[in-house]
């Protein structure tokens, strides 16, 4: 019998982070800070509205672009949160969480052949979505020295004459850092004079501390340059309802809700009403939800410098990326040897690229009681290893 599989997918390797993930759900009293979940609860106003369109029967397709309301919600939050102006009818699709959304923006946007500049560390599904849109992903591995925010001379070094797109992870998980406006500016002036386009991915846009997000689009000339992906389930804590969203130019999105029609039809109705409630009435949630991230960001910090482990200081998403080069052993190792003799997951750097090799991702969305306990195993981990060395 001939292979019933391509060879394109067999050559794709499977999520570093839910290796762990998995192992560790059949663990007894084992602890996982490996999984960027969010521990809060939907809040109860946006999960009643969703109980209350299911009372109501609103159980129909609605266009293949998504919700009206919710379309005109979203523009509504984005010119007020990033200065961006959009038009709800043409601008916008609502997508089966922010990871449709990148796929279906690279898949509409290259030809076979063309590449997408990568910055690593960063999300597991970008390079395999660029290779399953038949582009070519070129990696530019990020620096600790620079708190692994991209530079605008990286970005020049990577630019070749089959460049077409970059994709900027920022807020970027797992490191935690932010891009500023005066960063931005840099990487802007190399996509206008190089001709490129970008995919923003802004699904941590509203976990930022002390220092407000700043979106490439807002900047001269970037608007009609660039794809913003933005999303529910990190900022309002609705990671099952999967719901985001693309918003750019016309001609792009447009293209982009041919494909979502073709394998989606639409992204799910009672998801949709109750994302209109999170816009219009959820600000409060995400700010009491970033001041507890806060909390355990800046709890996690200081236990991480008592165990020895250095770690610069993020200031957005809510994970932190401590390094563990000099303790001997690769970073897929050190969670290996965790889960097994502490049962604490985390998850090896190299998940997210293989500049992340030495480096450790550490989610601190979860409850400051599991933190404590985790964070003691590690550091009895950490001091074992250290003695027998």
Known sequence: MRDALGKKIKDIKPSGIRKFFDIVSEMKDAISLGVGEPDFDTPWHIREEGIYSLEKGKTHYTSNAGLKELKEEIVSYLNRRCGLSYDAAHDIIVTIGGSEAIDIALRAMLDEGDEVLVPQPSYVSYVPCVTLADGVPVIIELKAENEFRLTKQELL?????KTKILILPFPNNPTGSIMSKEDLEGIAEVIREKDLFVISDEI???????KDHV????????????IVINGFSKSYAMTGWRLGYAAGPKNIIEQMIKIHQFAIMCAPTTSQFA????????DEDVARMREAYDQRRRFVLERLREIG?????????FYVFPCIKELGMTSDEFATRLLNEEKLAVVPGTAFGDCGEGFLRISYAYSIENLKIALDRLEHFVKTITELK
């Open 309 to 317: 482990l250095p770690c610069f200081e993020p200031l957005g998403a």
């Open 215 to 226: 979106s490439i689009a807002s900047l001269p000339g970037m608007r009609e340059r660039t």
């Open 204 to 210: 941590y846009s509203e976990l930022t501390y002390g």
């Open 157 to 161: 070094d990577a630019v070749t004459e």
């Open 275 to 282: 994302a209109v409630e999170a816009l219009r009435n959820g």
